[in-house]
C-alpha cells in the first residue's frame, strides 16, 4: 500500500511540474531594433516580372528539346532592363545558357556571398493550357496577383535579387565582399548531368573561389492560424535538403501467350517487389532540426498546448510515431520510397519476359545512393532482382545554424517582425544550392515572399500565381540582405 501511495504522490509530483514548467516554457524576450526603410521599385518590378514570365524558358532532360531562342531573347531582355548591372558587373555565360555575375567588392580578403535562382521553368502539362484563367506564358497582372509560369518558382526570385542590385548601384552602395549572382538554367532537370549550377561552381572552384556564404530558393514566409493555439509567422529557412533517386527495379520470367499462365506472371512477381519496399519502409528519426522546429513553435502556442509541448523531450518517440502516419509528417523525419512507374508486356493477351518498376527514393542527409540500394536488397524476398540506378544525387550537407550568415537571416525576420518564428528546416524537394558545397559551408534556401500555402500549392500546376502585395517585403529583404552579408 505505501508503495502504491508513493507511486501516485510521484506521478501528481511530476504533474504539477509539468503544469508549472509549461506556464515558464516560453521564448526569452528580446528586443529588437527596427529596420530602417528601404527605397524599392515596387512598381518596376511588377513590369519586369510580368515581362520576363513571357519569355519560355522551359527546361528539357534532352537538351536538344530545349528552345534555345527563348533563353538567348531573356537575356537580351535582362541586359535591356538592368544597364546598371551589366555595365557595372562581370557577366559571363556558363555552359549552354547560365549567367554569373561578379559584382568586386572592395576587401578582396573577405570572402564573397552568393545570391541563387534559375531561369528556368517546368511546361505545361499537355491538354491543360486553357484551364488556366489567364495564359500560362502572358505575365497576366491583375492588380492582385501576377499570373504565369515562372511567377513564384522562381523568377520571382530571379527578378527580385538582380533588380535590387541594379537598385543599389543607382544608389551608389558598393560592397565589401565580392558578391556573385549565379543563374542557372535547368534546375528543373532534377540530378541534372549537364547542371548549369554545377558548371558555375566548378568554375568558381577552379579559380579559387571559397564562398562565405549561399543563399537560395526553398524556404517561405508562412501564415500559421490555429485558434486559441498559435497564430504567427513562421519563416523556414532550408539548412539542407534531401537526396534524390530513381531506382528501376526488374524482374524476368518466362513469358508466353496469356491463355497459359503460371500462377504468378511477372507482373505478380514484380507486384510482391513493390509490396515488399512499401511494406519497408526506411526507420524513422527525428533529426535534431526537426527538434528545434517543434521546440520553437512549441515554446509559442498557448499555455493548454505548452502542457504537451515543454515535453517533447520526453514525447519525441511518440511524436515520431504519429508523423509517420502522415505522409507530409513522416517525409520530414525518413527517407521516402514512392513506387512511381511500371512496365510489363506490350499486349494484353502476352505475359510479360521483363517487368519492372521505377521507384523514386528521397534520401535524409545521412543515407546515401548506396545504401538505398542496400535497402531493396535487404528488404526485398524475391533476391534474382535486377536494381539498376537511373538517376540520382545525393542528399545535402546540413549547414550550421550558429553561423554568421544564419543569424543575419534571423536577424533580418525579426527586425522585420518581432513575432516571427524563424527556424531551420529540411526541403523536401532538390534545389541548384547542393552544387556549391564544395566552395562553402553555409548554404540557405530561404524566399523571402510572404505566401498563403494555396498558393504555393500551385507552383507547377495550373494557374500559378503570386500575391502583388508579398513583392514589397521581398524586395526590402534582399536590399538589406546584401548590404548586411557584403560587410565584413
Known amino acids: 500500500m505505501k508503495v502504491f501511495i508513493g507511486i501516485l504522490i510521484f506521478l501528481a509530483a511530476i504533474i504539477v511540474i509539468t503544469l508549472i514548467r509549461a506556464i515558464f516554457w516560453v521564448p526569452k524576450k528580446k528586443t529588437y531594433e527596427p529596420l530602417e526603410d528601404e527605397e524599392v521599385q515596387l512598381k518596376e518590378y511588377r513590369r519586369n516580372l510580368s515581362d520576363a514570365i513571357k519569355f519560355k524558358t522551359v527546361s528539357q532532360p534532352d537538351p536538344k528539346d530545349v528552345d534555345w531562342n527563348e533563353f538567348k531573347k531573356f537575356h537580351e531582355f535582362l541586359e535591356e532592363r538592368f544597364p546598371l548591372v551589366y555595365k557595372n558587373l562581370k557577366h559571363e555565360e556558363i555552359s549552354d545558357a547560365s549567367l554569373l555575375f561578379t559584382w568586386e567588392g572592395t576587401r578582396p580578403d573577405l570572402e564573397p556571398i552568393a545570391l541563387l535562382a534559375h531561369q528556368d521553368v517546368v511546361p505545361i502539362a499537355d491538354g491543360t493550357e486553357n484551364d488556366w484563367e489567364h495564359p500560362a506564358f502572358d505575365g497576366y497582372d491583375d492588380g492582385e496577383f501576377i499570373w504565369g509560369r515562372g511567377a513564384l518558382d522562381m523568377k520571382n526570385h530571379l527578378i527580385a535579387v538582380i533588380q535590387t542590385v541594379e537598385t543599389l548601384l543607382s544608389e551608389g552602395f558598393k560592397p565589401e565582399r565580392t558578391v556573385y549572382l549565379c543563374f542557372g538554367h535547368n534546375e528543373e532537370i532534377v540530378a541534372s548531368v549537364n547542371s548549369g549550377a554545377g558548371s558555375i561552381a566548378a568554375v568558381l572552384e577552379e579559380r579559387g573561389v571559397k564562398l562565405d556564404s549561399v543563399i537560395d530558393e526553398g524556404g517561405a514566409i508562412l501564415n500559421v492560424d490555429v485558434p486559441k493555439i498559435l497564430k504567427t509567422k513562421l519563416a523556414g529557412i532550408g539548412i539542407a535538403e534531401k537526396g534524390y533517386a530513381d531506382y528501376k527495379i526488374t524482374v524476368r520470367s518466362k513469358g508466353g501467350h496469356s491463355s497459359q499462365p503460371p500462377v504468378h506472371s511477372g507482373i505478380g512477381e514484380i507486384a510482391k517487389v513493390t509490396r515488399d519496399l512499401e511494406g519497408h519502409q526506411f526507420k524513422a528519426k527525428m533529426p535534431h532540426f526537426v527538434y528545434a522546429l517543434f521546440t520553437k513553435i512549441g515554446k509559442r502556442v498557448s499555455y493548454p498546448a505548452r502542457i504537451v509541448t515543454c515535453n517533447l523531450w520526453l514525447l519525441k518517440p511518440i511524436v515520431t510515431l504519429v508523423m509517420k502516419k502522415f505522409p507530409p509528417a513522416a517525409s520530414l523525419i525518413r527517407t521516402t520510397t514512392g513506387v512511381s512507374m511500371a512496365e510489363g508486356s506490350p499486349a494484353a493477351n502476352v505475359l510479360p519476359q521483363k517487368s519492372s518498376i521505377t521507384v523514386n527514393f528521397r534520401m535524409m542527409p545521412g543515407t546515401t545512393l548506396a545504401d538505398v540500394k542496400e535497402h531493396i536488397k535487404k528488404v526485398v524476398k524475391k533476391k534474382d532482382i535486377e536494381i ?65 500555402t494555396k498558393y504555393l500549392l500551385l507552383t507547377h500546376a495550373t494557374n500559378e500565381r503570386i500575391p502583388v502585395d508579398c513583392m514589397e517585403g521581398a524586395l526590402k529583404f534582399f536590399k538589406r540582405y546584401i548590404k548586411y552579408m557584403s560587410k565584413e
Open 388 to 452: 539498376e540506378l537511373l538517376k540520382g544525387k545525393e542528399a545535402s550537407k546540413v549547414s550550421p545554424t550558429d553561423s554568421r550568415s544564419f543569424k543575419i537571416l534571423e536577424e533580418l525576420c525579426m527586425r522585420t517582425d518581432s513575432n516571427y518564428i524563424v527556424a531551420p528546416y529540411l526541403v523536401m524537394g532538390g534545389t541548384d544550392s547542393y552544387h556549391y558545397e564544395n566552395i562553402c559551408d553555409c548554404i540557405y534556401r530561404f524566399a523571402p515572399f510572404e505566401v498563403d
